[in-house]
């Protein structure tokens, strides 16, 4: 058994002491002893130091985490414009529309341009007005309601189908028919007769149809109609629309 050691200092008097030199007589003199317990042929051993138990992590107040959700006004995401067909455009009509459109033929309401600053802004020229709010009328039936209507307003439109076009001409007549009185965005094809538009494929050309540019440059009717007697290969750029007939 190894007992710890016990290291403490005591002090006491001794009152009579024979020597003169070191203390004056009658006069107590105080001596401090050190004394030490060690047993012999043992190695003197500390006590283990008391091993200290992890304290619990403190206590957190946890404060209840409150969502503030705000209502979010849904916006329907407008309708993606394709390079072709029918596409709706909702719009709220508070003024002018800033825009001109082709009402010469009754079933076809064309765009001729879009203004700057326009609720049209997405509309292009050639594309052609079929309806508004579900209704379908005539070209200048349907310009008075667009141009008499507030508020809010549904409109379908067409884009048409864009080709291009090489007309061999060989020396030989382009074979279109057209009406040069009718000053129409772009030169509209009545039908084919003899030529070299008779010779292209079967479908190449349809009734209503409208060349738009000859060798990429555009015009009015007349200057179409030069330009394309003149060329002896021309590129046509030809639009062609879906064929709706009025109910």
């Given at each position: 058994e190894?007992?710890?050691v ?8 001794i ?5 003169a ?8 003199e ?8 060690k047993e012999?042929g043992?190695?003197?051993?500390d ?6 138990l992890?304290?619990?992590?403190p206590t957190e107040e946890v404060t209840?985490?409150?969502?503030n959700?705000?209502?979010v006004e ?8 394709k390079a072709?067909?029918e ?10 529309l800033y825009?001109s459109l082709e009402?010469?033929?009754?079933e076809?309401c064309v ?11 997405k509309v292009?020229p050639?594309?052609r007005?079929v309806?508004i709010?579900?209704k379908?009328q005539?070209a ?6 667009l141009?008499?209507?507030?508020g809010e ?6 884009r048409?189908v864009?080709?291009?076009?090489t ?7 382009a ?8 000053d129409t965005?772009?030169l509209m ?6 030529g070299?538009?008779?010779?292209m ?9 409208r ?8 015009g009015k009717?007349?200057?179409?109609l ?6 002896d290969?021309?590129?046509l ?11």
């Open positions: 190894i007992r710890p016990s290291t403490h200092f005591k002090t006491f008097s009152e009579q002491m024979s020597c030199c070191c203390v004056a007589e009658d006069q107590p105080t001596i401090t002893v050190f004394s030490g317990v012999v043992k190695e003197r051993t006590p283990a130091p008391a091993e200290e992890p304290r619990p992590p209840p985490f409150i969502e959700v705000e209502a849904t916006k329907e995401e407008p309708e993606e414009i072709s067909g596409y709706t455009l909702k719009i709220k009509k508070e003024g002018k825009c009402t010469l033929i009754p076809y765009v001729r341009r879009v203004d700057a600053g326009s609720p049209l802004e292009m050639m594309d007005l309806s709010n579900g379908r005539e200048a039936s349907m310009v008075k309601m141009s008499e209507s507030t307003l549904e409109l379908v439109f067409e048409p864009i080709k291009e076009i007309l061999a001409k060989k020396g030989k007549k074979g279109f028919r057209v009406d040069t009185a009718l965005c772009g094809i009545k039908g084919v007769q003899d070299a538009a008779a010779e494929p079967a479908g190449t050309f349809q009734p209503q149809d060349i738009m540019a000859v060798d990429g440059v555009e009717t007349a200057d179409l030069k330009m394309l007697g003149n060329a290969a021309p590129v750029k030809v639009c062609t629309y879906a064929q709706m007939p009025l109910k």
